[in-house]
Each structure stands twice: as C-alpha cells, then as structure tokens.
C-alpha cells in the first residue's frame, strides 16, 4: 500500500513564503514524477509543478519566479517552496506521484497517488 503524507501549510501574509512536503511510503514502488496540484473553492484542481525522476521540472505560469518545486529521491519526498505569495494562491494543495509498482503476482503497472491535501491561507 503506498501513501503520501503531505505537511507544511497554512496561514501566511501576502508577500510570504511556506514550504509544503510530501512523503511517498510504502513498499515495491518506483516513482516516476511527482507535482503539486491545487484547487481553489469553486474551482478545478490545477497543476502547479512537476519534477520527473530525471529532473525536467514544469511549472504553471502562476508559478514561475515563485515557487520552487525539488526532490529528495533518499527520501521519496518532494518539496514546494512558495514566496512571494498572493492571496490567489489560496487553495488545498495536493501532492501527486505517478509510480510503478510491482507485485510478484503480476507484472508492474504505473498508477498515480493523491495526498490528503494541505490548506495554504493567504491572508492579511
């Protein structure tokens, strides 16, 4: 069973930074990309940054000369650092991974995971 466990978040000023994780646990997987995903009361859920395991990173124009997206592979962890925040980044963050995962009663497939989702506020 694999999960990802989201932390960072929360309350910042306009003009400020957080710093959201997202561990992947579990076991016989391989990750292939992870993103952040964030979705907006009333809105869609929508891509703000992916990182593949060979490091092509891409990036939402809302994001770009932000947010920062970058990995630690020991760890099975992605990070998002967000500065220069506005109150329109107000959103849930989702973290996403894509994997392979094997079994030894079939061959490996690819599949994709969702966090639980992590609530950024920005407010004055």
Do not use: H
């Amino acid at each position: 069973q694999v999960q990802l466990v989201e932390s960072g978040g929360g309350l910042a000023q306009p003009g400020g930074s957080l710093r959201l994780s997202c561990a992947a646990s579990g076991s016989n997987f391989s990750i292939n990309a992870m993103g952040w995903y964030r979705q907006a009361p009333g809105k869609q859920r929508d891509m703000v940054a992916t990182i593949t395991s060979a490091g092509t990173i891409n990036y939402a124009e809302s994001a770009k000369g932000r947010f920062t997206i970058s990995r630690d592979n020991a760890k099975n962890t992605v990070y998002l650092q967000m500065n220069s925040l506005k109150p329109d980044d107000t959103a849930v963050y989702y973290c996403k991974a894509w994997l392979t995962v094997r079994s030894t009663t079939r061959s490996p497939w690819t599949s994709d995971f969702w966090g639980q989702g992590a609530q950024v506020t920005v407010s004055s």
